[in-house]
């Protein structure tokens, strides 16, 4: 692997001028690049140029300040459908490459009930945010932006990498299984499984069906 030769050099007080010297080969490197770009998407970050005057953000994963206009998860993850429109459309225009999420989703507390087939979680707060998301990407797709697919985060209930944690669930299957390692491990549907199949039976079109 060949990498590229940069000589700094300090003119003076103020700045810096940077010349980048390429190789023979430096060119022809630089044209294997990757085929798509690949990225998950939670949350978006505030920022201020005095954050010591605002309230800290709660995420446990960012940093920034908290958004007041946007509504917040249990573990204080800013909900922002728009701003997933915003960043396909940014990494679009700045690498033209194909795009790919392989991560979004909601982490939340859910609680399992009776259901006319069995026991269930009533997870309506889960499909608003993936269906105001999925809209979003419509719209992105609408943009121009060339997207190779969306998976969720994820289909199954497991352990949370950010917080280690069983009951911040993400999944469409609801696992009884507890954070002090209790539970059956026995599995239901969630309300959010038969709408997301009908997501995908669909293309799509049942995102905006009332």
């Not at 392989?102 to 993936?130: C, F, S």
């Not at 917080?163 to 539970?183: C, E, H, P």
Request: a negative charge; hydrophobic letters at 35%.
């Amino acid at each position: 692997m060949k990498v590229l030769l940069c000589k700094i050099l300090w003119p003076g007080k103020k700045g810096n001028n940077i010349e980048i010297e390429f190789a023979p080969e430096d060119e022809e490197i630089l044209k294997n690049t990757v085929d798509f770009i690949s990225f998950s998407y939670y949350m978006s970050v505030a920022a201020a140029h005095d954050p010591e005057n605002y309230t800290s953000g709660r995420g446990n994963v960012l940093g920034g300040i908290e958004n007041p206009y946007l509504e917040k998860s249990e573990w204080g993850w800013a909900i922002d459908p728009v701003g997933l429109r915003l960043v396909l459309n940014d990494f679009y225009d700045r690498y033209q490459l194909p795009l790919f999420i392989v991560e979004n989703g909601l982490g939340a507390k859910d609680v399992l009930v009776d259901g006319p087939d069995g026991p269930t979680v009533q997870d309506d707060y889960r499909i608003d945010y993936l269906q105001k998301h999925l809209v979003q990407v419509g719209q992105a797709l609408q943009d121009g932006v060339e997207l190779w697919g969306y998976t969720t985060w994820g289909p199954i209930d497991l352990v949370s990498a950010s917080t280690a944690q069983l009951s911040k669930r993400y999944g469409f299957i609801y696992v009884d299984r507890n954070d002090d390692g209790s539970g059956s491990l026995a599995r239901y549907k969630k309300k959010s499984f038969n709408w997301y199949k009908e997501v995908i039976a669909t293309n799509g079109d049942s995102l905006y069906q009332d």
